[in-house]
């Protein structure tokens, strides 16, 4: 079993809409959870990042961590075409912290 | 400032042939890394350096060696590629990692395609 599950898409919504992307792992020394953004043919880039539980928002975007579930949320509101890309989920322990581990990503289209 | 910087940008080798990818960073980063990319798998660590003079073996170092003999840049070998090699290759570096945002984030190059026939 992996330790980070994320659900590979793809993952096609309207322009305008709400979307939910999400990733469960099973370790529970995680305690830095980030969102990669990966368009095609480019690095990843961080998006999002939190630390422990608890929400966190920047602009369009929210992130979600609940800790007891062991689950991850990235809602991004009012998704636009330039929003279409990779988005991989990534995570780390509080210790032994350089070996973050990433999701596979979720391959997310926006149409217009 | 270029960020991070990989090269070649493609390669294809065959079956037994060596190479060399190069990744450079001119962020003054202590940390670096090594990360293949394939379809379903997400990103696995291959090796990673916290400083000059220092590597450690990540989750798939077999079959790749590293060097890290300057802090800006960061080399990923392979003596004899074999098709399973075949991936795209991203480089990372990041500052110390410690609790904060500009502390945990990891800035990746471009990548590298890589086909070994």
């Known amino acids: 079993q992996k330790e980070v599950e994320q659900d590979p898409g793809p993952l096609s919504v309207p322009e305008g809409a709400i979307v939910s992307l999400n990733c469960t792992y099973s370790?529970?020394?995680?305690?830095?959870f980030m969102w990669y953004r990966q368009y095609s043919r480019k690095g990843p880039e961080l998006l999002m990042y939190t630390y422990s539980s608890g929400n966190k928002e920047d602009g369009r975007f929210t992130a979600q961590v609940d800790k007891s579930s062991k689950y991850i949320s990235l809602f991004i509101r009012d998704s636009q075409p330039s929003d279409s890309a990779t988005y991989l989920c990534a995570m780390r322990p509080n210790t032994g912290g350089f070996k973050t581990i990433f999701g596979a990503g979720t391959r997310l289209f926006v149409k217009a | 400032n270029a960020g991070v910087t990989q090269t070649p940008k493609f390669r294809v080798l065959k079956t037994g042939q060596s190479m060399t990818l190069l990744c450079a960073q001119d962020?003054?980063?202590?940390?670096m890394y090594w990360y293949r990319q394939d379809p379903g798998m997400g990103l696995r660590l291959i090796h990673y350096?916290?400083?000059?003079?220092?590597?450690a073996k990540g989750e798939v170092p077999d079959g790749y060696n590293v060097s890290r003999l300057k802090k800006q840049n960061f080399l990923l070998g392979l003596e004899s590629a074999a098709p399973s090699q075949t991936s795209v290759y991203f480089c990372?570096?990041?500052?110390?990692?410690?609790?904060?945002?500009?502390?945990?984030?990891?800035?990746f190059g471009p990548g590298t395609r890589l086909l070994v026939l």
């Open positions: 990372a570096s990041s500052y110390e990692l410690s609790a904060g945002r500009d502390q945990e984030t990891q800035y």
């Open positions: 350096s916290v400083g000059e003079g220092t590597t």
């Open positions: 370790n529970s020394a995680f305690q830095y």
């Open positions: 962020m003054n980063h202590e940390y």
